[in-house]
C-alpha cells in the first residue's frame, strides 16, 4: 500500500513538473511570408512565388504549402537515413549525379545572398526572406 502511494506521489510530482517547464500554446500559430524564385542556369528559367511558413517551422513545410496553393509549383525530395531531405527536383526538373547537377539553395535577407548550410528539413526562413532554388552545377566545367 505504501509503495502505492509512493508510486502516485511521484507521478503527480512529475506531472506538477512537466506543467512548470512545456510552454503553453494559446491562439493561433504566426505565419512567416517569404518569397521563392527557381531560377535555372542552363535555361531562362525563372520563377518567383510568395508563401508562407508557420513562425518556427522549416522551409519544407513553406514548399508544401506553396505546392498545394496550385501555382505550378511542384517539387519532390528523398530522403538520407544520415543527413535529412535533399531536394531532388522542382517544376519538373530532377538534380542528375551523372551530370553533376542540383539543385543549390540559396537565401537573401537584407541584401546579402548566402547558401545554406543545411536542407529544406532544418532551415527555419525568416519574415521577408528570400529563397532561391537555384538548379546549378557542381563541376568546375560549369555548363
Not at 38 to 53: A, I, N, P
Not at 107 to 135: A, F, M
Request: with cysteine; net charge negative.
Amino acid at each position: 500500500m505504501a509503495l502505492q502511494l509512493l508510486s502516485a506521489l511521484c507521478s503527480a510530482a512529475l506531472l506538477f513538473t512537466l506543467t512548470l517547464v512545456l510552454p503553453v500554446q494559446t491562439g493561433e500559430l504566426k505565419t512567416v511570408p517569404i518569397r521563392v524564385t527557381v531560377k535555372d542556369d542552363f535555361s531562362t528559367m525563372l520563377q518567383s512565388y510568395h508563401t508562407s511558413v508557420l513562425e518556427g517551422g522549416v522551409l519544407y513545410g513553406a514548399l508544401r504549402r506553396l505546392e498545394e496553393s496550385n501555382n505550378g509549383f511542384k517539387f519532390t525530395v528523398t530522403v538520407d537515413p544520415n543527413f535529412g531531405l535533399f531536394l531532388e527536383s522542382v517544376n519538373g526538373v530532377a538534380g542528375s549525379e551523372a551530370k553533376q547537377k542540383y539543385w543549390q539553395i540559396l537565401s537573401e535577407h537584407d541584401g546579402t545572398v548566402t547558401v545554406l548550410d543545411v536542407g529544406v528539413g532544418c532551415y527555419q526562413p525568416k519574415t521577408d526572406e528570400h529563397i532561391i532554388l537555384k538548379y546549378t552545377t557542381w563541376s568546375k566545367d560549369s555548363h
